[in-house]
């Protein structure tokens, strides 16, 4: 009887085994997987995606996953690579394989990545003039510096290995011994090795096809809308949807195929938190506040100013994030100590002969394979160190000659702390999947920039050390994502690190000349309700004024705000955790709100109508949903978000569009239509 258990057992084991569908083929050395083809599509693939990166981060700042479109693509190229030339009688051409995918995949999320960790929409746009002008400070040039495309790739250079480094020793300990889930690397090498089964490659070849529709139709509705818009408040993201009065405090569709297709990709919950805080903010009060001026705020002051009305947005939504990622912050590092402690005391010592000696869990073939292959090819811990080293003595030598509010000792003391909150960074997004770079990032604003005082260029330099931080715990999570895919892919850790140091090398130059693309093309980047009104850097700006200057900064009334918004996001966290599933499903997040409360919700209606529409299609056709709707969604980001590269060329090169397309109301229209008459003809 037990032993036909026993072999039920192993039926079922080789009936669910990944790796017995892969068993007769080769597994290829790591030279092999880092191919110079892969590299050409990386780096290929590693533009196209910092671009749309680029664009969502200078918008709203709500960045969707994009493995999915990164793996599918990464897939059809190098497959239609292979192919060609199989075609064309080229001798010697080798099989794609699944490592080789993994690759591509690791190296064009290192190289898009950039686009976000390296502060574009954030801390650097936040050190500018422009954004130093809004904040209404009186102007000091030791707290302004403005982007340049030399020192920011260099800034990125030196700062965005260490976290590569600082997580190598622990590889083993975190993937095999500790065996941390990662549910998006798991999710990445489910998808990587579904694309070379025979069904997974028919299915890939479909979704690349629907992709490919949607990314021309979301291209050429970009290229159609830019007809229409020769002037502020021209075209279809001006079109009052829901009326005048509605669009003067944000509420209108703006047809933006981009965030109905984020809407189709994120949860449900960020959809509609983002509508709910669009409603309590420019629903109900700012326009309370705004009946205020001139009692809570001077009624004659710069509609940009601080000290009025962008004020209450800006200092209210802060609150709203710092209570949410310090409530996140504490839950994520309890758990990691928790969880940390439990592993390292390891499991009770079983009794000789007890009972508990059946529950020891048995390893499966898939594991035991992946653990062969894991722990092949090691990365010596010396390199690790020695480079660790190294990149910490040359940052802490010249990121001072970059900020010289940053002081070398500043820099020194963010490196001793950084492997830790790296490794801490790496361990929670293991458990939750959640990444808490920039909530250090912010914790590093407050710490450096109080450090250097206000009267020694202290926002500068918060700012920068917010930088330094962002880019090794960012990078150090990353890594040990990609080493749980690469563990479940067979590919070779020392392919994973190679190709996530040349993904992250060519992001670091990348990002930075993608950025510079939009700074020079679009010269309103970072002006309230312009195209790319970059609202975190407005935020990181304030906080770091914040950190110098303390709660005096705040207009009448703001902190007692600030204080019951603050108390609010920890509330709804804590109800989130305490309630049943069922109930936790409806509490709004407080992170996605507070981001419509400096931009406004229109963007949250796009999101909300590519929720609508994947909705209806999984309740109308749930299979198929599941298998389309996200190459549909990554279409319309793709195609929306590539159209601003010949959009920024046009820019560059003076051609304007033809027509302004302008909504008006009934009453101003006559007045227009009279004043047009009068004009000699």
């Known amino acids: 009887m037990a032993r036909k258990f026993d ?92 490592q080789e995918n993994t690759v591509v995949q690791t190296c064009v999320v290192a190289c898009s990545g950039i686009a976000f960790s390296g502060g574009f929409g954030s801390y650097i746009l936040a050190m500018s003039e422009k ?71 028919k299915l890939a070849k479909r979704q690349v096809k629907t992709l490919g529709k949607f990314f021309a139709g979301s291209f050429t509705w970009g290229f159609f809308q830019w007809f229409y818009s020769a002037g502020e408040g021209c075209g279809f993201k001006a079109f009052p949807t829901l009326g005048l009065e509605a669009y003067k405090q944000k509420f209108f569709f703006d047809f933006s195929a981009t965030y109905v297709g984020v809407g189709m990709i994120c949860p449900y919950l960020v959809n509609i938190s983002v509508l709910v805080g669009g409603v309590i903010s420019w629903g109900i009060m700012w326009p309370y506040i705004e009946h205020k001026k001139g009692d809570w705020y001077p009624a004659n002051l710069k ?46 010592l079983p009794i000789s002969g007890g009972a ?80 808490l770079a920039t909530t250090y990032g912010k914790l590093a604003i407050f710490m450096i920039g109080a450090w250097a005082g206000a009267s020694n260029g202290g926002i500068i330099a918060g700012l920068a050390a917010c930088g330094v931080m962002i880019g090794i715990v960012s990078t150090a999570s990353d890594l040990t994502q990609d080493f749980k895919t690469g563990y479940m892919t067979l590919a070779s850790p020392r392919s994973m690190f190679v190709s996530q140091v040349i993904g992250t090398a060519m992001g670091c130059v990348i990002a930075p ?28 700006r304030n906080m770091a004024i914040l950190g110098v200057q303390g709660i005096g900064s705040l207009p009448e009334h703001c902190l007692e705000l600030c204080i019951g918004f ?28 507070a981001i419509p409360f400096y931009l406004g919700p229109y963007f949250g209606i796009d999101m909300c109508i590519g929720s609508l529409v994947r909705f209806v299609w999984d309740r109308v056709d749930g299979a198929r949903a599941k298998a389309f709707a996200p190459p549909v969604a990554s279409g319309l980001i793709c195609g929306d978000g590539i159209w601003t590269l010949p959009q920024s060329v046009l820019a560059l090169a003076g051609i304007k569009p033809p027509i302004c397309m302008k909504f008006l109301a009934r009453r101003t229209n006559v007045k227009v239509d009279a004043f047009i008459r009068s004009l000699p003809t």
């Open 131 to 201: 954004i130093s002008e809004q904040s209404g400070e009186v102007r000091d040039e030791d707290s302004i510096k403005n982007p340049s495309l030399g020192w920011m790739i260099g800034f990125l250079f030196i700062i965005s290995f260490l976290g590569l480094f600082s997580v190598v020793p622990l590889r083993k300990i975190m993937i095999v011994d500790y065996k941390l889930s990662y549910p998006s690397g798991t999710a990445t090498a489910h998808l990587i090795n579904s694309f070379h089964t025979p069904q997974g490659a």
């Open 513 to 540: 000349s993608v950025f510079w693309l939009f700074y020079k093309a679009f010269g309103d980047i970072g002006t309230p309700g312009s195209d790319y009104p970059s609202p975190n850097a407005l935020v990181y």
């Open 566 to 593: 603050f108390v609010s996001a920890i509330v709804l966290n804590l109800a989130r955790d305490l309630t049943p599933p069922g109930v936790a499903q409806f509490i709004p997040l407080p992170m996605a709100m």
């Open 7 to 98: 072999d039920r057992e192993e039926d079922e084991d080789a009936a669910e085994s990944v790796e017995r569908v892969f068993e007769g083929r080769e597994v290829p050395g790591w030279r092999e997987q880092v191919t110079a083809r892969a590299l050409v599509v990386s780096a290929l693939l590693g533009f196209m995606f910092s671009v749309i990166v680029m664009k969502l981060n200078l918008t709203t700042g709500i960045i969707p996953s994009l493995n999915v479109s990164a793996g599918l693509l990464g897939f059809f190229l190098l497959t239609s690579w292979t192919t060609l030339l199989d075609k064309a009688g080229v001798p010697g051409v080798r099989p794609f394989t699944r």
């Open 356 to 435: 508990d000696d059946d529950l020891t869990p048995v390893e499966t073939f898939d594991d035991r394979r992946r653990t062969e292959v894991f722990l092949k090819d090691q990365i010596p811990n010396t390199l690790a160190f020695g480079a660790y080293a190294t990149i910490a003595l040359i940052s802490i030598i010249t990121a001072p000659r970059i900020f010289h509010q940053l002081r070398w000792y500043h820099v020194a003391c963010s490196y001793v702390i950084a492997p830790v909150l790296a490794f801490c960074n790496a361990y929670g997004c293991g458990l939750t999947d959640w990444s």
């Open 303 to 348: 509609p940009s100013s601080l000290r009025g009305m962008v004020g209450y947005r800006v200092f209210i939504s802060i609150a709203l994030i710092l209570g949410d990622g310090l409530y996140n912050f504490l839950k994520v590092m309890t758990r990691t100590m928790s969880a940390l402690v439990a592993q390292v005391r390891g499991p009770t």
